[in-house]
């Protein structure tokens, strides 16, 4: 690893992932590399089965690579042991998934708050920041509701804060908008987006929704195994991009 390379929050090098299958071997990553920093955000997009899921899976720390290096702040989390790596994900990163996630039995607060349990536990400094949260995205009249009585855009609002709320500096998002109308898909591109600016979170955000990876100023495509890069209009800074974009 170069000088240059260590200068950036997140440095992934020749990332494979295989997966063994009764007819041999299947090569689903196959040699991903991606540099990002923080404040930076980018969008992945693919064909269903491409391995967008996989890749995020495994930068979180979900999932061990086949190959290949990952480094987050400076450290390889798969150096850890498995305790370290639930510690490190924990404290580092924050994860969107597609159907929410939510734990039906829990309130809204609740909900937000279950990622500080491992750690610190729940002191009013954390609800604070869970309520403060929960405000920024309009929806501080529900804490106290169960996930059953929000609607879909109010729940992955929920599950942002949820992910927000230990201020992961690497935030993940699997098809966040996938289960949304479009405009509430735009409110929480919006949200993702904007939080991720103002807390200086790395942000990657799987998503099929060429108009929400429009959004990001970088888009990779999970093509065989491999990113490749394309242009956004946002990048581009075209008029389109910019009126699309100010709603
Ligand atoms: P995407 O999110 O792009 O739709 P995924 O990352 O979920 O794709 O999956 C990519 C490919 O890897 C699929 O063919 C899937 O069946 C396969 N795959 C994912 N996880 C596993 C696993 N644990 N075991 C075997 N195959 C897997
Ligand atoms: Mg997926």
Redesign the pocket.
């Known amino acids: 690893m170069t000088d240059t390379e260590k200068q950036h929050d997140l440095v992934v090098r020749g990332l494979t992932r295989e997966?063994p299958?009764g007819t041999g071997t299947?090569s689903?990553l196959r040699g991903i590399d991606m540099t990002l920093d923080r404040g930076e955000a980018v969008a992945v997009t693919?064909?269903?089965?491409?391995?967008?899921?996989?890749?995020l899976y495994v930068v979180g720390v979900l999932d061990e690579p086949t190959g290949g290096s990952v480094e987050i702040l400076g450290t390889d989390p798969f150096g850890l042991d498995r305790k370290g790596q639930a510690a490190f994900r924990n404290e580092h990163v924050g994860f969107v998934f597609q159907d929410h996630h939510l734990l039906p039995q829990c309130t809204v607060l609740e909900n937000v708050l279950l990622p500080t349990l491992p750690g610190p536990g729940a002191g009013p400094e954390q609800v604070d920041r869970a309520k403060g949260l929960l405000d920024q995205v309009g929806l501080s009249e529900r804490l106290e509701h169960r996930p059953a009585e929000l609607s879909g855009g109010e729940r992955q609002r929920v599950a942002v804060c949820r992910a927000l709320v230990n201020e992961p500096e690497l935030l993940l998002a699997?098809e966040p908008t996938g289960n949304l109308d479009q405009d509430t898909a735009e409110v929480v591109g919006s949200l993702l987006l904007d939080l991720a600016k103002a807390h200086g979170t790395l942000l990657i955000c799987?998503t099929h929704s060429l108009e929400l990876a429009n959004r990001f100023p970088k888009r990779v495509d999970?093509q065989e195994g491999t990113f490749v890069e394309v242009l956004t209009t946002a990048a581009q800074g075209s008029p389109a991009a910019a009126e699309s974009g100010g709603e």
């Open positions: 997966f299958s299947l689903i693919g064909p269903s089965g491409s391995g967008k899921s996989t890749f699997d799987v999970l």
